[in-house]
């Protein structure tokens, strides 16, 4: 199994800030198979990143996905309001396909 | 666009059957991989299983031995059984679709399933 540890845990910002996420595998995600999502309270994930760095349809291009193999972030170049909310990595390689913890964006 | 409802039960005792169903409007069941996750209160999320619209399943090995995932593609629907379930089963149940070598989209507004006496 894919373990998947997200850093940090809780990441405290301001609007208009620049966040960086990251997500560190247990092994490689061989097919780059890596995506990202976000979650507000009482609401189901959604995707943002797909592929380690195609942004899904409507998402904004201050979201961005990089890196390859065992390290990859998820960067969001000036935080909106509504970007604070709950982030979580997901590899999508291997069975059992695995999340991260999560990492809380907030104020 | 294609949307995903769960249906189902909120409560279920100890030791007895959660069971689920996802309802797939606006678009076919046909070529695609629908899963299951779920997400205890104030955790993460963990992927419970899929099916694909032919009948082939993958479960995730922790609940592999009481879960089943079936399909009605008549009705396009897919369904979700955990047997023998606990209170560690209590969460918020989503399914969701996945296609070849993209992940998890959309996904339903989920479900919370209790489990208590």
């Known amino acids: 199994e894919i373990v998947l540890t997200q850093s940090p845990g809780t990441l405290s910002l301001s609007p208009g800030e620049r966040a960086t996420l990251s997500c560190r595998a247990s092994q490689s995600v061989s097919s780059s198979y890596l995506a990202w999502y976000q979650q507000k309270p009482g609401q189901a994930p959604r995707l943002l990143i797909y592929?380690?760095?195609s942004r899904a349809t409507g998402i904004p291009d201050r979201f961005s996905g990089s890196g390859s193999g065992t390290d990859f972030t998820l960067t969001i170049s000036r935080l909106e309001p509504e970007d604070f909310a709950v982030y979580y990595c997901?590899?999508?390689?291997?069975?059992?396909?695995?999340f991260g913890g999560g990492t809380k964006v907030e104020i | 666009q294609v949307q995903l409802q769960e249906s189902g039960p909120g409560l279920v005792k100890p030791s007895e059957t959660l069971s689920l169903t996802c309802t797939v409007s606006g678009g076919s069941i046909n070529s695609y991989y629908w899963s299951w996750i779920r997400q205890p209160p104030g955790k993460g999320l963990e992927w419970i299983g899929y099916?694909?619209?032919?009948?082939?399943?993958s479960y995730n090995p922790s609940l592999k031995s009481r879960v089943t995932i079936s399909v009605d593609r008549s009705n396009n629907q897919f369904s979700l059984r955990v047997s023998s379930v606990t209170a560690a089963d209590t969460a918020v149940y989503y399914c969701a679709r996945r296609s070849g070598s993209y992940p998890f989209d959309p996904w339903g507004q989920g479900t919370l399933v209790t489990v208590s006496s």
């Open positions: 997901q590899q999508y390689d291997n069975s059992p396909l695995t």
């Open positions: 592929g380690v760095s």
């Open positions: 099916i694909f619209y032919s009948g082939s399943t």
